[in-house]
Nanobody, 114 residues
Framework: VQLQASGGGLVQAGGSLRLSCAAS????????MGWFRQAPGKQRELVAE???????NYADSVKGRFTISRDNAKNTVYLQMNSLKAEDTAVYHC?????????WGQGTLVTVSS
């Protein structure tokens, strides 16, 4: 397994969760790392991404609530999710990509109850 996501679960609206995605060193070091999500009946969408240099980008819907970070020593990317809303309910997927490379991890389900 090259990308291993964890941390999903059931949380009440307003609560927090932290997702983790552990990657092999060869994948992690030179790739953009990001989180995507797919809700039932909807297309997969970018949630947040972080470059190898630490630059970040967020979907408008999560700005101010979610924070993406990467720990280069642990080859792990995190998604801290605060002030969760029912509309954040989705399967969250970790991805690593660059020119000519594209890796996806298995999804982790986040369910936010209202």
């Amino acid at each position: 397994v090259q990308l291993q996501a964890s941390g999903g679960g059931l949380v009440q609206a307003g609560g927090s969760l932290r997702l983790s995605c552990a990657a092999s060193g060869t994948i992690f070091s030179s790739n953009v790392m990001g989180w995507f999500r797919q809700a039932p009946g909807k297309q997969r969408e970018l949630v947040a991404e972080v470059s190898s240099g630490g630059s970040t980008n967020y979907a408008d819907s999560v700005k101010g609530r979610f924070t993406i970070s990467r720990d280069n020593a642990k080859n792990t990317v995190y998604l801290q999710m605060n002030s969760l809303k029912a509309e954040d309910t989705a399967v969250y997927h970790c991805r690593a990509w660059n020119i000519g490379r594209d890796y996806w991890g298995q999804g982790t389900l986040v369910t936010v109850s209202s």
